[in-house]
């Protein structure tokens, strides 16, 4: 399986942090938010990771080299602007299809999130479509993203949810081809996922770990300390 790492955000609601800093750098626990990810993907035996970029680029190509520093080979999509998840993933498409020659599924991680989320766990997820792992609402979208219907369905129905909903963690397994019909340019993931529901092939599962969205300069100080009492107990 190959994993892609989406880090092409503009970092907005983390200025001014990300002024002269791509947030995928921002340190939280003494190390770069996107050395979580990596490491953790490394660690589960994945070994070729793409990682889309656009804001500050030159900034992440060279901090990420060939990837051979983390054990394993790295290769950058670069966006001359921003292209949303799919537009991103679409892009990336001819770097993830390397040596894929049976539409084997893809891990994607949003790069501005932490876990500690297994990813080995999803290594044998060959979905039909898609795959997203959801967790509990946090303070920030108390309404929650979507549900799970009791054959493990992702819904975005609350009643077919049994009233419970979730948020939607930036983790998900997802087939090449959901993606191979899509022009360039820029393009929301939500509606492939909502036509991947329709045909009742997008599968969830819920986490009750860790999961931390940093989406404010004020979360990532939380992680930071958090990571700091993690470390030191």
């Not at 947030?23 to 793409?50: C, F, M, N, Q, S």
């Not at 390397?98 to 891990?107: C, K, Q």
């Not at 509606?191 to 770990?209: E, I």
């Amino acid at each position: 399986m190959k994993a892609m790492i989406l880090a092409a955000g503009l970092g907005t609601r983390m200025r001014p942090l990300t002024d002269h800093t791509p947030k995928p750098l921002l340190r939280a626990g003494g190390k770069a938010l996107i050395d979580y990810h990596i490491e953790k993907l490394a660690a589960a035996g994945i070994t070729d990771i793409v990682v889309n970029c656009s804001w500050l680029a030159e900034q992440l190509e060279t901090y990420l080299g060939d990837g051979s520093r983390y054990g394993l080979r790295i290769a950058v999509s670069r966006e001359s602007e921003p292209l949303e998840t799919c537009g991103g993933i679409v892009q990336a498409l001819p770097l993830l299809l390397e040596g894929n020659n049976n539409d084997e599924a893809i891990l994607v991680v949003n790069g501005d999130i932490w876990t500690d989320f297994d990813f080995a766990s999803l290594m044998n997820c060959q979905p039909e479509a898609g795959h997203l792992v959801l967790v509990q609402n946090p303070p920030h979208n108390p309404s929650g993203d979507f549900g799970l219907s009791s054959q493990g369905l992702v819904v975005d129905d609350p009643d077919a949810a049994g009233k419970s909903m979730y948020t939607f963690s930036g983790i998900s397994v997802w087939r090449p081809s959901v993606f191979s019909g899509f022009s360039a340019g820029q393009r929301a993931l939500k509606p492939v996922m909502l036509t991947a529901m329709a045909q009742s092939a997008l599968s969830g599962q819920r986490y009750d770990g860790h999961w931390w969205d940093i989406g404010t300069p004020e979360r990532l100080a939380a992680l930071d300390e958090f990571l700091g009492v993690r470390a030191g107990s």
